[in-house]
């Protein structure tokens, strides 16, 4: 019996003895970034680590999980970079394995980028998803989330998105975050900061003023609208305006909702419904040249032009120095040029006197139009000189109405811009 003991005894130390062995060899292995080898060195052990004492094991997880986040294994990285926390979460080995989660987390991030870059949205989403997963808990992590469900959208896995999105409904997760500002005297610009930053800062009164915190807008209208849609791709029109109606209750000042809802309606061909819904956002806001431009966009990507005219305008009287209305109301107004130009391609070949006159009248309206396009277009130059696009199209403009004069000007702004 003794003998059996001393034994057991003798294979028990030489197990431990070959465990030791062999973590010292994977570390070495690693500390020469041969990862591959220490993986193999880590597989010898594989089937006894889980009889060992605890500190072989913290070890064992903690080389295994690096070895593997080298080996771009992510997923049976962090869950044996976890395992070592869980062990003793004030051990080194578990210090150095929040350590390595960390940078498998940012290293995931990238990736995901680059894959979205490259339209690899489903692998894209799925490292997002992973990203997520080191800690579900933390409001940083749930923007993972938010942006895998989006690169699902643009793969078009439209079911696995809906689940995404529900789930972030459900968590009550709105993307709402503090963004920190300081501005400096020497230059009176306004710059954003980090958190710490900002605590460092506000209190430089000699170098840095009016320190100001700003929360981020909502996300949970475009995630509803967002489920809406799927629901809409999914044929499944009723569980569509449900999300967005369920979502108003829960918020309902919220103009943005009501736009996405309203958005829904005229995607579904109801035109009623959609100018009730546009008349309650009026009521709520009715000085927000935002809206009045929403509005504008909305309507004319549903061929509404008089009505995308109209809230373009309104946009501009509340508001005459937000730019990105000029143009979309330039673009909206040219669009009645198309219809000109084929009623005249019709005339062009005919000998009548009569469709002589109808040309003539057609090209006067043409010329009109142009002509309507060119104080919004003027106005916008004055509030950005720069903006290229601008000035191309009120260069083609002058050309085409015969203002060689502001073309040649225009000619020469664009020349030095691009020069």
Same mark, same amino acid.
């Given at each position: 019996?003794?003998?059996?003991?001393?034994?057991?005894?003798?294979?028990?130390?030489?197990?431990?003895?070959?465990?030791?062995?062999?973590?010292?060899?994977?570390?070495?292995?690693?500390?020469?970034?041969?990862?591959?080898?220490?993986?193999?060195?880590?597989?010898?052990?594989?089937?006894?680590? !889980? $009889?060992? %004492?605890?500190?072989?094991?913290? &070890?064992? @997880?903690?080389? =295994?999980?690096?070895?593997? +986040?080298?080996?771009? *294994?992510?997923?049976?990285?962090?869950?044996?970079?976890?395992?070592?926390?869980?062990?003793?979460?004030?051990?080194?080995?578990?210090?150095?394995?929040?350590?390595?989660?960390?940078?498998?987390?940012?290293?995931?991030?990238?990736?995901?980028?680059?894959?979205?870059?490259?339209?690899?949205?489903?692998?894209?989403?799925?490292?997002?998803?992973?990203?997520?997963?080191?800690?579900?808990?933390?409001?940083?992590?749930?923007?993972?989330?938010?942006?895998?469900?989006?690169?699902?959208?643009?793969?078009?896995?439209?079911?696995?998105?809906?689940?995404?999105?529900?789930?972030?409904?459900?968590?009550?997760?709105?993307?709402?975050?503090?963004?920190?500002?300081?501005?400096?005297?020497? !230059? $009176?610009? %306004?710059?954003?900061?980090?958190? &710490?930053? @900002?605590?460092? =800062?506000?209190?430089?009164? +000699?170098?840095?003023? *009016?320190?100001?915190?700003?929360?981020?807008?909502?996300?949970?209208?475009?995630?509803?609208?967002?489920?809406?849609?799927?629901?809409?791709?999914?044929?499944?029109?009723?569980?569509?305006?449900?999300?967005?109606?369920?979502?108003?209750?829960?918020?309902?000042?919220?103009?943005?909702?009501?736009?996405?809802?309203?958005?829904?309606?005229?995607?579904?061909?109801?035109?009623?419904?959609?100018?009730?819904?546009?008349?309650?956002?009026?009521?709520?806001?009715?000085?927000?040249?935002?809206?009045?431009?929403?509005?504008?966009?909305?309507?004319?990507?549903?061929?509404?032009?008089?009505?995308?005219?109209?809230?373009?305008?309104?946009?501009?009287?509340?508001?005459?120095?937000?730019?990105?209305?000029?143009?979309?109301?330039?673009?909206?107004?040219?669009?009645?040029?198309?219809?000109?130009?084929?009623?005249?391609?019709?005339?062009?070949?005919?000998?009548?006197?009569?469709?002589?006159?109808?040309?003539?009248?057609?090209?006067?309206?043409?010329?009109?139009?142009?002509?309507?396009?060119?104080?919004?277009?003027?106005?916008?130059?004055?509030?950005?000189?720069?903006?290229?696009?601008?000035?191309?199209?009120?260069?083609?403009?002058?050309?085409?109405?015969?203002?060689?004069?502001?073309?040649?000007?225009?000619?020469?702004?664009?020349?030095?811009?691009?020069?």
């Amino acid at each position: 019996m003794k003998k059996l003991i001393c034994l057991s005894l003798s294979l028990l130390t030489f197990s431990v003895f070959s465990q030791k062995k062999e973590l010292r060899s994977a570390l070495k292995l690693m500390n020469q970034s041969f990862h591959t080898e220490a993986l193999a060195e880590l597989g010898k052990i594989e089937g006894i680590i !889980s $009889e060992s %004492e605890s500190k072989l094991q913290s &070890q064992y @997880y903690y080389l =295994l999980g690096w070895a593997q +986040k080298m080996d771009k *294994n992510f997923e049976s990285s962090i869950n044996n970079l976890k395992k070592v926390i869980e062990i003793d979460k004030s051990s080194d080995n578990a210090i150095q394995s929040s350590k390595i989660i960390n940078e498998v987390e940012i290293e995931l991030v990238n990736l995901a980028i680059a894959d979205n870059d490259s339209k690899k949205f489903v692998t894209a989403s799925e490292k997002l998803y992973l990203a997520y997963s080191i800690n579900k808990e933390n409001p940083s992590n749930q923007n993972y989330l938010y942006f895998s469900a989006g690169s699902l959208v643009n793969a078009k896995e439209y079911d696995k998105a809906l689940e995404y999105y529900e789930n972030l409904k459900t968590m009550g997760y709105t993307g709402v975050q503090n963004q920190y500002f300081v501005t400096e005297l020497k !230059s $009176e610009q %306004e710059i954003e900061v980090t958190e &710490q930053q @900002y605590e460092i =800062l506000k209190k430089r009164s +000699k170098e840095y003023s *009016n320190p100001r915190i700003n929360k981020t807008e909502s996300r949970l209208p475009e995630i509803v609208k967002n489920i809406a849609l799927i629901y809409v791709q999914l044929g499944e029109n009723e569980k569509a305006i449900s999300a967005i109606q369920d979502a108003r209750k829960i918020n309902p000042d919220d103009v943005n909702l009501i736009l996405n809802e309203a958005d829904l309606y005229i995607r579904l061909g109801d035109r009623n419904k959609f100018k009730e819904l546009m008349e309650q956002a009026i009521e709520k806001d009715p000085n927000n040249a935002v809206l009045y431009y929403n509005l504008g966009v909305i309507s004319g990507e549903q061929g509404m032009t008089d009505d995308a005219i109209a809230y373009y305008k309104k946009a501009l009287e509340l508001n005459p120095k937000y730019s990105a209305t000029y143009l979309n109301l330039v673009g909206i107004i040219l669009q009645g040029e198309a219809a000109l130009v084929e009623q005249m391609n019709e005339l062009a070949t005919s000998t009548k006197r009569s469709d002589f006159e109808k040309y003539d009248k057609l090209k006067e309206e043409r010329e009109a139009l142009y002509i309507s396009c060119l104080p919004y277009l003027e106005k916008l130059i004055e509030i950005e000189p720069n903006n290229i696009e601008a000035l191309k199209t009120a260069k083609n403009i002058y050309y085409t109405v015969g203002n060689n004069e502001k073309f040649k000007i225009m000619s020469a702004k664009i020349d030095e811009i691009e020069n």
